[in-house]
């Protein structure tokens, strides 16, 4: 954990509460079982969380459903106080509780309570009826009598089904079979009845309504086995103006096999010694099956809602099991990120804060401080005020069929290769990757360093982008030009014998001298310019052989200065609480991430020093050239500065 600064102790209500600086800001320590004992008395105004969401933390969340007693979404300070002082009614030494033990052991139950003996009762039923003898119990011990209990259950729900019903299915213990086959030729059935009603309309209409030899000729050159789509495709029988399917023969062969099962099951069950069936049969048929279907679903809806009663009310009874168990586990770890936000400010990576989901890759960089996005408007009227750098992404994991957005915090570093769209891999906290993409940057400093070189970047960039835009321009008015010489040039060919004699044959364009005198002008203005700068400052400096470093450091100084000064003011204010709030939580203190914290929340390359010739580098240039070079710079500065009356 970061260094803290022990200050001293405050009285408060009669108990001697424990301060320490952390992340920069003054918190309240909660170290011993006695801290979560008195927890109650600790002023409100002292807890760094004044509420956070049950859901989207890297948390139980079944845990913090029980501890929201009101089930409203959110965690309070009184729903915390509430859960505290039971939990210390359930155990003999609340010091048990900052073991965040995963077993309970009956030995530390506080029988002298009734909670106590509740949960120890409870739990001794729950291991016998499970077949288990032992004087401890855990979470998967409460789950296997659960899944135990709910199989009994529905065991005894279904024999009482047998002796209750009074209902008797139309086609007895084959019904089933029976729907699956009436509901698989449910349409192909209504279009053949269909085609017969059109027949009966007009009897020109047979051929059409009925297979053509062109489409089963179309497929007859290959094996027909491999048609079955094809075939399928095809009316169920031959339609007739009588309107009747035929049952012993003439079915569609790709439907044969599910017509059969509809015979052996239905046709000679209701229709015996019939050689077909109209539609009124059918519709005979579909109303019986609707009629158990509806029978079947009342049934089973009303056996489930017993079902999940009889398994409600057992819940509730072992529920003070369930519950003693995970909060003895989690609470602790809960609190600590309620109070002092300790996991948070942790440097040694052992534990990490519950809104912490992962680590996002990018850039030759690892940002360990990722939080889930629950509401992207929110953050993009909030999260700008935390001072922060950060990087919104829409991450996928074809894998788990999952999608979800992430901010990540970028705390050290350069910022030059990122931008809108680039690629990243995440991975949450179990270790699953998300291709992940960056939608969203949020511009802020990062360190001093990337605040000094920052001015230097912009007007290079711009530089750049002013030559691209420039030369992108003439390139795209010389093609025009080559194109329309070209096009003028042809035509010129073509009607070459037509045109009159001594006529011109083109203009050459004329140099611009006033765009270029103009340019000029501005060149020699800006150099004016900088040159009174330089003489102005070269007042205030001694007519020494140290002016040339002295204006230099000057002129770094009035470029970079407010940028640095900038950045020392915004990182000196980072704050994660607005990030924080965004995303639903209530923060009652600043969560300062300074510029020594921060460097641990983002970790960047390192590579050996290598003495391995690069076949592929480019080719440096010779030092006696840079020298050269470098000698050639000073001396033109130098006669600058003189020609100026500078030095």
């Known amino acids: 954990m970061a260094k803290i600064k022990q200050i001293e102790s405050l009285q408060n209500k009669g108990y001697n509460w424990k301060f320490s600086t952390v992340g920069g800001v003054t918190r309240v320590n909660i170290e011993t079982g006695d801290d979560i004992a008195h927890l109650g008395e600790l002023d409100q105004k002292l807890w760094t969380v004044l509420s956070c969401p049950v859901t989207g933390l890297e948390f139980d969340e079944k845990t913090l459903a029980l501890i929201d007693a009101d089930h409203d979404g959110k965690i309070r300070v009184a729903e915390m106080v509430t859960a505290s002082q039971w939990l210390c009614r359930v155990v003999r030494d609340p010091n048990l509780i900052v073991d965040s033990n995963a077993t309970l052991n009956f030995s530390d139950l506080n029988t002298e309570s009734e909670e106590g003996r509740t949960v120890l009762e409870a739990a001794k039923t729950i291991l016998a009826r499970i077949g288990k003898e032992k004087e ?64 009966q309309f007009d009897d ?70 019939r050689e077909s069936i109209t539609e009124a049969d059918w519709t005979a048929i579909m109303a019986k099956l609707d009629e158990y279907v509806a029978w079947r679903d009342a049934k089973a809806a009303a056996d489930n809602e017993a079902i999940d009663a009889e398994l409600a009310r057992e819940s509730a009874a072992i529920e003070p099991v369930d519950r003693a168990i995970r909060y003895c586990r989690d609470f602790y770890h809960l609190l600590l990120n309620f109070v002092v936000f300790k996991d948070f400010y942790n440097r040694n990576n052992d534990r990490q804060a519950v809104f912490q989901a992962g680590q996002l890759f990018l850039d030759q960089r690892c940002c360990k401080l990722c939080i889930r996005v629950s509401d992207m408007a929110k953050h993009n009227a909030m999260a700008g005020m935390s001072g922060m750098y950060l990087i919104y992404c829409h991450c996928v994991s074809k894998t788990l069929g999952h999608e979800m957005d992430i901010v990540a915090s970028l705390t050290t570093g350069d910022v030059d290769n990122l931008y809108e769209g680039k690629n990243a891999v995440f991975y949450d906290r179990a270790g699953n990757d998300y291709d992940a993409t960056i939608t969203k940057i949020i511009d802020n400093p990062i360190s001093i360093g990337q605040a000094f070189w920052s001015p230097y970047r912009k007007f290079g960039k711009w530089i750049t982008d002013k030559v691209t835009k420039s030369a992108s321009e003439k390139e795209s008015k010389q093609f025009d030009q080559m194109t329309a010489q070209a096009d003028t040039a042809t035509a010129n060919l073509a009607n070459k014998e037509g045109a009159p004699e001594g006529a011109p044959e083109g203009k050459a364009q004329m140099f611009d001298i006033a765009k270029f005198a103009g340019i000029f002008a501005a060149i020699g203005l800006a150099v004016g310019a900088i040159g009174g700068a330089l003489a102005a400052l070269g007042g205030f400096v001694v007519a020494k052989w140290y002016n040339i470093i002295l204006l230099v450091a000057a002129i770094v100084i009035i470029i970079s200065g407010p940028s640095m000064f900038l950045a020392w003011l915004k990182l000196r204010r980072r704050n994660l609480g607005p990030v924080l709030n965004a995303n639903g939580w209530a923060i009652n203190s600043k969560i300062l991430v300074n510029a020594t914290f921060g460097s641990t929340l983002t970790s960047v390359a390192r590579y050996p020093k290598i003495n391995v010739k690069d076949p592929l580098a480019d080719k440096k240039m010779p030092v006696w050239l840079r020298i050269v070079i470098l000698l ?16």
Not at 216 to 240: F, H, Q, T
Not at 241 to 255: H, M, S
Not at 632 to 647: F, K, M
């Open 136 to 199: 401890s119990i855990d979470i998967a011990d409460v789950d296997e009598y659960m899944a135990v209990f709910e199989e009994k259950c529905r065991a005894e729900h279904a024999a009482k089904q047998q002796t209750d019903d009074t209902y008797t299915p139309p086609y007895g213990d084959n019904t089933e079979t029976a729907l699956t086959a009436v509901t698989a030729l449910k349409e192909k059935m209504a279009d053949f009845y269909m085609r017969c009603k059109l027949i």
């Open 204 to 273: 020109n209409c047979s051929s059409v309504l009925d297979v053509s030899v062109e489409r089963v000729g179309a497929i007859s050159a290959g094996n027909l086995a491999d048609s079955s789509a094809e075939i399928a495709s095809y009316p169920l029988s031959r339609p007739n103006r009588n309107a009747v399917l035929p049952i012993a023969e003439g079915i569609n062969p790709a439907w044969q096999a599910t017509f059969d099962t509809l015979k052996a099951t239905v046709l000679d069950t209701d229709f015996a010694g």
């Open 632 to 647: 050639v710079v000073i001396a033109a500065v130098v006669g600058v500065l003189y020609w100026l009356e500078v030095i």
